[in-house]
């Protein structure tokens, strides 16, 4: 084959076009005198084009057929002309395979063992390795039959015949068979000692899984027994002669290379520990020193070689062992600290590069379900198995993992681990890292299929199958309801009924009777949503037993659980995301108001998963949301319905933030400090109504005016809306002013903001099953004799002649919270000199404010309640530190800058700052009205009604001291708490209010 120098020749161009890298060295490979019968023949180029290194096939090819006796070349290449399994089988592997290339070039006729394509040939079994094994009686034999046997593996997974599972259990029969082999010769060599001891091999790992490597460690663990007359040590000693031959068999390195190492380091106390231990030895180690990841280790334990009923036995007697490991102390926790320490010992410049140990390996896909089956295998035999895959389908199967999720780590961990195979496969040599070699990767690329871009594609699919599989060992392997079922006993897991009942009393259930009958009703069945409830109920059970009312929690799930028993998304939920389920359990067991809530909006559930979901929005993002969907709606009646229902919803997601404790807003996180908690759901709470508000007035003004009325309208903010302090049951106080626009009748105008006024107090008292929302306008001028609304002109003609020192005190409060902002911003201009008088009060002024404070402590306090308990009227109560507070305001907030504010906490900091409060009181003040204030929103949180007085229920009243932080059966500690904390913050008010 000649060319014309500097013109490619058309064989040239189609060794390029089929794949090959140096065309010119195939070239010269395809003139050589060994392939002279078949450089013609185009099914041979397209053969090695088909494979995953054409160079490397071609390069096989010619050394085997120059190996070949005389003559036989030609029968080996005839053979590859005529028959397209040989073709493609053997080239498949010389073009995988460096190392079975080699081989073959030291067996050259090792190559029948490729010729033939059976059905038998497609899934050989251990007893058909044994038999291709029979005849080798050295371990330099063994080595040479144990490849060829690897021939016909490696073939049938390159040409795709077996997939990566297949070729695993392949791989792991054969080690089988070669441990059998390996074993035989022992004896032979040592009959004596066979005849002294029964010896048994127990495979762990991926030999005892069946989804071995092409080259890994064969983890045994080896179990002996005297026999024959033998005393136990001699019997030991011999069990140990045969054993430590059988691994130097196949672990020595010889003229053919070695098999596999056979790793014995898994065994009772390791290294240090004797080789061969008697059954009873092992059972006494497992029972009083094994640490949780030796009994992980057992878990795919299978007797593979020796005596079978010895085998047998060990795996018996071991196995209960195993699936009780989950109820050790700090299992998960140790499990999960063992996967990381794995990760921070691979080196730093490798991590990236490690497919088998590294983040979104195949170890991820591996602990991640050992764990699942060890927390659920207690009670479910079904998960039982030693082989990964198998195990996850079966916990999909029985609802302990998504079937998404479960399909896309089936998926990931099959393409993770034929990586494995072809980078293991090409030298035979044990590695798991990722090469870094272009020509490496390329051919690694194509043995996985990728033709076009091989490195590019190959390096897009492992991130990508990494990824899912680091997002879901994260979601599954450090999920937190698998701690908890780990920590149930077997009996509990199990929801045995009549252990159950006798549990749900000793948990504190009121009516286990009515209990068992829900958990019947959630978990009966074979359907998957009873698998699902099945796992999550023993933990609930235990969550609601955690609270002062688990009848209640339960029955709430029931009710929730019906409605949304149909919604895919429900159960996975609480299986799977985070602290959905236990955060659930508290929101449900901790009072009426969230469960009330939750059962009007059952979809609001995803809340609980959400990392975010338990951090309010504020109103910048909740009033676009709101008036939008007012504005989609179709009656003014529509649109108050809408707002409603993101009202709803909100109070929800507050409610159970408040509860669960992990309350923050979107720009900050939970806190821990009381006071901070108080005021993020008093800014949540009002930042809601505020925006309802807005909602009901945009579907007001709409019904009649369209987009805009004939005057400039504003809700002004009083009292606890105004100061930002809204609790779960306060009303909202408000002003209204209005002002005419620019050319508009001035009687016409006022008509429009009274019908505005009047319809948006009418669409916000239809009926409804949520928390209502009352518009209180007595705080306006002439009380409940005077108009609900005045222009702003009225207004100011009103202040400047009438006002009252109690209206001044009101106004401290005062903020715009809807409509027109320019408006609202004037009249707070109008205000302000009046709530913060020009040096400050005179003494008769003082004196009313006084008069009005104990007139109202003597004539509103309602009859029977006791004044130590009363939140808002009580000794030491809301009232006491608010008057005392705004006092202090309209006394000095003409001078003090930061006494201008209407919410009292800030207030007080700023009267402490500027000296007119001793550090003591203020802390004295701040800390009841805290308390006082954190008292009425529990009593609303667990009652679903407002109330300013502790309840009297005695389960309500423990609620309550949960709530704060007060453990079972401490509900006196909380009252003794209440009464000491407001007894001394009014010594203080007595002092600072009245001048005591």
């Not at 030609?74 to 073709?87: A, C, F, G, M, Q």
């Not at 031959?245 to 106390?269: F, K, Q, Y």
């Not at 010992?345 to 170890?363: F, Q, S, T, Y």
């Not at 003090?896 to 000296?915: D, K, M, S, V, Y």
């Amino acid at each position: 084959m000649t060319t014309v120098p500097g013109r490619r020749s058309s064989t040239f161009t189609r060794l390029l076009r089929h794949g090959f890298t140096d065309p010119a060295a195939a070239e010269r490979l395809l003139a050589l005198p060994a392939l002279a019968t078949v450089r013609d023949d185009p099914l041979l180029l397209d053969a090695l084009g088909a494979t995953a290194d054409p160079d490397l096939a071609l390069s096989g090819l010619v050394r085997l057929a120059e190996s070949q006796p005389d003559g036989d070349d030609r029968i080996l290449l005839s053979t590859l002309t005529t028959s397209k399994p040989l073709r493609d089988r053997l080239l498949g592997v010389l073009g995988a395979s460096e190392a079975l290339g080699d081989h073959l070039a030291r067996h050259p006729g090792d190559w029948h063992a490729l010729a033939t394509y059976e059905a038998s040939d497609l899934h050989p079994g251990v007893a058909d390795f044994e038999d291709c094994l029979a005849e080798a009686a050295d371990p330099v034999a063994l080595r040479i039959a144990y490849r060829r046997c690897l021939l016909s593996i490696a073939a049938r997974d390159v040409c795709a015949t077996t997939d990566v599972a297949q070729t695993a259990a392949e791989l792991a029969d054969l080690a089988i068979a070669t441990l059998r082999a390996a074993l035989a010769i022992a004896r032979a060599a040592a009959p004596e000692d066979g005849a002294r001891c029964r010896l048994a091999v127990i495979a762990l790992g991926k030999c005892g899984g069946q989804e071995l490597n092409y080259v890994s460690d064969v983890d045994v663990v080896f179990v002996g027994e005297p026999t024959g007359g033998a005393d136990e040590n001699t019997g030991l000693q011999a069990a140990t002669r045969l054993a430590s031959h059988l691994m130097r068999i196949c672990s020595e390195t010889t003229v053919e290379g070695t098999i596999w190492p056979v790793d014995a380091n898994l065994r009772p106390e390791g290294r240090n520990g004797p080789l061969v231990r008697t059954l009873s030895s092992h059972l006494a180690y497992y029972q009083r020193w094994a640490k949780t990841w030796e009994f992980q280790a057992l878990l795919k334990a299978r007797a593979v070689a020796g005596d079978p009923l010895l085998g047998e036995e060990y795996i018996e007697a071991l196995s209960p062992m195993v699936w009780q490991a989950a109820e050790r102390d700090n299992f998960v926790a140790d499990v999960q600290k063992m996967r990381r320490r794995v990760i921070d010992n691979i080196p730093a410049a490798e991590v990236d590069r490690e497919l088998k140990l590294g983040p979104g390996g195949l170890r991820d896909v591996e602990f991640a379900v050992q764990l699942l089956q060890l927390v659920h295998g207690r009670s479910d035999p079904t998960l039982r198995s030693g082989s990964t895959l198998a195990a996850l389908q079966a916990l999909a199967a029985g609802g302990y993992v998504g079937r998404i999720d479960a399909a896309q780590l089936d998926d990931a961990y099959r393409f993770l681990r034929a990586m494995e195979h072809r980078i293991q496969l090409f030298r035979l040599r044990r590695t798991h890292l990722v090469p870094e070699d272009p020509a490496d990767l390329r051919r690694l690329g194509r043995s996985l299929g990728f033709r076009t871009d091989p490195v590019t594609e190959l390096h897009r699919e492992w991130r990508r199958h990494a990824s899912v599989v680091r997002r879901l060992h994260e979601k599954l392997f450090y999920r937190p309801l698998l701690d908890a079922v780990a920590q149930l006993t077997p009996g509990e897991a199990r929801l045995s009924a009549k252990a159950a009942g006798q549990r749900l009393e000793a948990l504190g259930y009121a009516d286990p009777a009515a209990a068992l009958r829900h958990i019947e009703a959630l978990a009966s069945g074979v359907s998957r949503k009873a698998a699902i409830q099945r796992t999550l109920l023993p933990v609930l059970l235990n969550w609601f037993a955690d609270s002062a009312d688990p009848d209640a929690g339960l029955l709430g799930f029931r009710k929730v659980s019906d409605a949304l028993g149909k919604t895919p998304w429900y159960l996975r939920l609480l299986r799977d995301e985070g602290a959905a389920a236990e955060n659930l359990a508290r929101v449900l067991s901790a009072g009426r108001l969230a469960p009330d809530l939750l059962l009007r909006a059952p979809e609001a559930v995803a809340i609980l998963g959400d990392p975010d979901g338990l951090r309010p929005r504020r109103r910048d993002h909740l009033q676009p949301e709101i008036l939008a969907a007012a504005g989609r709606a179709d009656s003014a009646a529509a649109a108050v319905a809408a707002a409603r229902g993101v009202r709803r919803r909100e109070l929800f997601r507050t409610a159970a933030a408040d509860l669960i404790g992990s309350y923050g807003t979107e720009d900050s996180p939970a806190e821990t400090d009381t006071g901070a908690l108080v005021d993020q759901i008093g800014n949540a709470l009002t930042d809601l109504t505020a925006a309802t508000l807005a909602g009901a007035l945009r579907a007001a003004v709409r019904e009649r005016w369209g987009d805009e009325l004939p005057t400039r309208f504003a809700v002004i903010g009083m009292g606890r809306f105004g100061g930002h302090e809204l609790s779960y049951g306060s009303d909202a106080d408000v002003l209204f002013v209005h002002e005419p626009r620019d050319g508009a009748d001035d009687q016409e105008a006022a008509r429009a903001a009274g019908l505005v006024v009047e319809e948006m107090r009418r669409l916000l008292q239809l009926p409804t099953a949520d928390p209502p929302l009352l518009i209180d306008a007595d705080l306006r001028p002439e009380g409940k004799s005077g108009p609900l609304v005045r222009t702003l002109a009225s207004y100011e003609a009103y202040y400047r002649r009438w006002s009252l020192v109690w209206e001044a005190q009101a106004l401290l409060r005062a903020e715009p919270m809807a409509g027109d902002p320019d408006l609202g911003a004037r009249f707070m201009e109008l205000v302000d000199p009046l709530r913060y008088p020009a040096e400050g009060l005179g003494e008769d002024a003082v004196r009313e404010i006084r008069r009005l404070k104990a007139r109202m402590e003597s004539e509103r306090l309602p009859r029977g309640a006791d004044p130590t308990l009363h939140t808002k009227l009580g000794r030491g109560g809301l009232s006491d530190v608010e008057w005392t507070v705004q006092l202090i305001q309209m006394r000095h907030g003409w001078s003090e800058p930061g006494l201008r504010t209407t919410r009292t906490r800030e207030a007080l900091a700023a009267a402490h700052a500027a000296g007119l409060i001793a550090t003591e009181d203020a802390q004295i003040l701040d800390e009841a009205w805290v308390l006082a204030t954190r008292v009425r929103n529990a009593v609303m949180l667990v009652r679903g009604r407002p109330g300013d007085t502790f309840p009297s229920d005695t389960r309500e009243l423990a609620a309550v001291a949960r709530y704060l932080g007060f453990g079972p059966g401490h509900a006196g500690d909380m009252l003794d708490t209440y009464r000491r904390v407001t007894r001394r913050a009014r010594a203080v008010v007595d002092t600072l209010f009245y001048d005591a």
